[in-house]
């Protein structure tokens, strides 16, 4: 017996969802990688004042898990989003899922089965982290200001899904949470700045601590960089994609980027025009 799935090729994809609710699935070889410092390519026709906002890389078979602001979860298959030019704004989200009026979709994650022993880690950007029902994996959490806190998942305990979660990380009331990695993704930590500047520093250099500290100093901000905007726990073999509020994407490799310190602000990733 042959399912319509079965018919669907499994292939790397990458997905974009805009600030106003617009989605779309395109091939990745639409992006050809590289070197780090460059203009990158469009990636969508802006329209009015809209803005990709998320951006990630999965397999058309792979679920992709939305999270709203209405505090629900809905998943679907990746294949099921509709595939769009490079250029093309995409379908608008509400069109695929049925969501609520004033709902919106505040998170996607994509995930490749679910299995009973694992557990799905969240974090807000005001700090509060919280699992629910593998392996004990160390947590990142990564401040637009610049500060990291690392600590054991064990620390959070298991609560159910509509629990608001603990204390991950004490913030200054100017600071928020724009990053959330395992130590299990990756042996060093690429760290992003809003003006395209950015550099990886090796996991090792970030001890454990408690949950709900404040964290140590890993990006060193200054008005070149502006905040820090995005951080992922990366290898060598891997490769990033990033992409501007102007729609402009870049592919590049892992290695041709610097790995430095916790103290330093890191080299230019993408040349983009700062106002």
């Known amino acids: 017996e042959i399912t319509i799935e079965d018919l669907i090729k499994k292939e790397s994809t990458v997905i974009t969802m805009t600030k106003l609710g617009y989605i779309k699935r395109m091939t990745v070889d639409n992006f050809r990688s590289q070197n780090r410092g460059g203009k990158g390519i469009k990636g969508m026709s802006t329209l009015d004042d809209d803005y990709i906002e998320d951006l990630l890389m999965t397999s058309t078979h792979h679920y992709i898990m939305f999270f709203t602001n209405k505090g629900k979860v809905y998943r679907i298959k990746a294949y099921q989003i509709p595939e769009s030019s490079r250029i093309a704004r995409g379908t608008a989200i509400v069109n695929i899922l049925q969501l609520e009026?004033?709902?919106?979709?505040?998170?996607?994650?994509?995930?490749?089965?679910?299995?009973?022993?694992?557990?799905?880690?969240?974090?807000?950007k005001k700090g509060i982290v919280k699992k629910t029902s593998i392996n004990e994996n160390d947590i990142f959490l990564v401040t637009k200001q610049g500060k990291c806190i690392r600590f054991s998942e064990q620390d959070v305990r298991p609560t159910g899904r509509t629990s608001m979660g603990v204390i991950g990380m004490t913030l200054d009331s100017d600071d928020e949470i724009i990053g959330m990695q395992l130590d299990t993704q990756g042996d060093s930590?690429?760290?992003?700045s809003e003006n395209g500047m950015g550099k990886r520093t090796s996991l090792d250099e970030f001890n454990r601590?408690?949950?709900?500290g404040k964290g140590?100093?890993?990006?060193?901000?200054?008005?070149?960089t502006g905040f820090v905007i995005g951080a992922k726990a990366v290898n060598d073999s891997h490769e990033i994609m990033m992409i501007t509020s102007g729609g402009i994407i870049i592919r590049m490799p892992?290695?041709?980027?610097?790995?430095?310190?916790?103290?330093?602000?890191?080299v230019k990733l993408m040349n983009i025009d700062v106002e």
Request: aromatic share 12%; with cysteine.
């Open 209 to 212: 601590q408690y949950r709900g």
């Open 216 to 224: 140590v100093l890993c990006y060193n901000i200054t008005d070149k």
């Open 101 to 124: 009026p004033g709902e919106k979709i505040t998170a996607m994650i994509p995930i490749k089965d679910y299995k009973q022993d694992s557990y799905l880690f969240m974090a807000t």
């Open 254 to 266: 892992v290695n041709g980027i610097s790995k430095i310190g916790r103290y330093t602000s890191g």
């Open 189 to 192: 930590l690429l760290i992003a």
